[in-house]
């Protein structure tokens, strides 16, 4: 078995004529989107460029020094870039209508590119967020409603899908594959007729209000949800779409990396159902989230990341990885907590290390 990257070398000489669009085609894309192609990807309303120039653009202005620099979760994204543009099926894929913009104040972090395929139709794909703290926090705000990134994924898509002549497949990683879901809902009605299908790869979900609006019925039969088999990320907040679970070569919060996703042939490795340790752990996080009024789920979001703020870690898997120590320092601020919110926020804490370490 393989990943994404084998993939690409295994049936990179395939066409879409010769090997329809499929899952495994939409994981790529929707980790394209995390390059960095700040002054290299066109912009809206500028001409597209190809995969294989977009890819020696890429490689002129970074080095391969530069890049094993990035220790980051996305230290892997140039990857794909890289294998896209050695395939007959990718390389003369067209990349148009670039956005990415932060505006901290506004509390808002919103990139999506247009691919446009061989087979007439183009892929959306949203960027999600990345192992930070911080990029996680934002998954857990989508439980107090609407936020900004929605907004703008909803204002890219009918911008887009005005100029597309073709059918439409949307999708995204984390972050990305709630925008692209709430996007494709909330669309007007004749840019969703172009939808084919809408990707969510691990994503976090919605309140349940949305889900049993007009807007999303319309679309629901056309999400496919993928989560690997010890999901965190994908299993936050309600969901609505059965997911399809897939092997990974990993385990804990690493699991949430599309690089560790197992492919054979032209699809994923299946499972049946979540594991036993992810189980639990979104046991937990459904009750509280569920089982609290706004305010007490505010106050224990904030202290929750408090708790793993104090290690120092900026990214879940540094936190992982700094093993017993982590854990007693995170005890030990839990101690220091209002008693309102302890308890929540020690079962959650608990709950996650346990996730990550079979000894707990």
Not at 46 to 63: P, R, V
Not at 74 to 102: H, S
Not at 124 to 136: F, M
Not at 328 to 333: D, E, N
Request: with cysteine; net charge negative.
């Amino acid at each position: 078995m393989g990943n994404i990257i084998d993939y690409l070398r295994w049936r990179g000489d395939l066409t879409f004529a010769q090997s329809p669009f499929n899952n495994v085609d939409n994981l790529i894309l929707s980790q394209l989107s995390y390059v960095n192609l700040d002054g290299i990807a066109p912009g809206k309303g500028e001409a597209g460029i190809t995969i294989e120039e977009l890819a020696n653009a890429f490689f002129t202005k970074y080095s391969l020094q530069d890049l094993k620099k990035d220790k980051s979760f996305l230290r892997r994204a140039p990857e794909i870039l890289m294998e896209l543009e050695k395939t007959v099926r990718y390389r003369d894929a067209v990349v148009k209508n670039f956005v990415n913009y932060i505006d901290e104040k506004r509390e808002i972090q919103f990139s999506a590119m247009e691919i446009c395929l061989s087979d007439g139709s183009s892929y959306i794909a949203y960027r999600g967020t990345d192992d930070t703290i911080v990029g996680w926090k934002e998954d857990f705000n989508l439980s107090r409603g609407v936020i900004l990134s929605e907004e703008a994924a909803v204002v890219y898509l009918n911008y887009v899908a005005s100029l597309c002549q073709g059918k439409i497949r949307i999708g995204g990683h984390s972050k990305g594959g709630n925008l692209a879901v709430y996007a494709a809902a909330m669309c007007e009605p004749e840019n969703q007729e172009k939808i084919l299908t809408i990707y969510d790869n691990d994503g976090p979900g919605f309140i349940n209000d949305f889900l049993k609006s007009d807007e999303f019925l319309r679309i629901k039969l056309r999400v496919e949800r993928l989560i690997p088999e010890g999901s965190i990320i994908g299993m936050l907040l309600d969901h609505a779409v059965q997911p399809k679970y897939i092997a990974s070569s990993q385990v804990g919060v690493r699991q949430h990396d599309g690089f560790t996703w197992q492919v054979l042939g032209a699809d994923f490795v299946y499972k049946k159902r979540l594991n036993k340790r992810a189980v639990l752990l979104n046991e937990t996080l459904d009750s509280w989230i569920h089982n609290m009024d706004d305010e007490k789920r505010n106050e224990v979001i904030d202290s929750f990341f408090s708790v793993m703020e104090v290690t120092g870690a900026s990214t879940l898997t540094e936190l992982q990885d700094g093993g017993l120590k982590n854990i007693r320092l995170m005890l030990r601020k839990i101690d220091q907590l209002d008693p309102k919110v302890r308890e929540s926020v020690d079962e959650l804490i608990k709950a996650l290390v346990s996730h990550w370490y079979k000894f707990i």
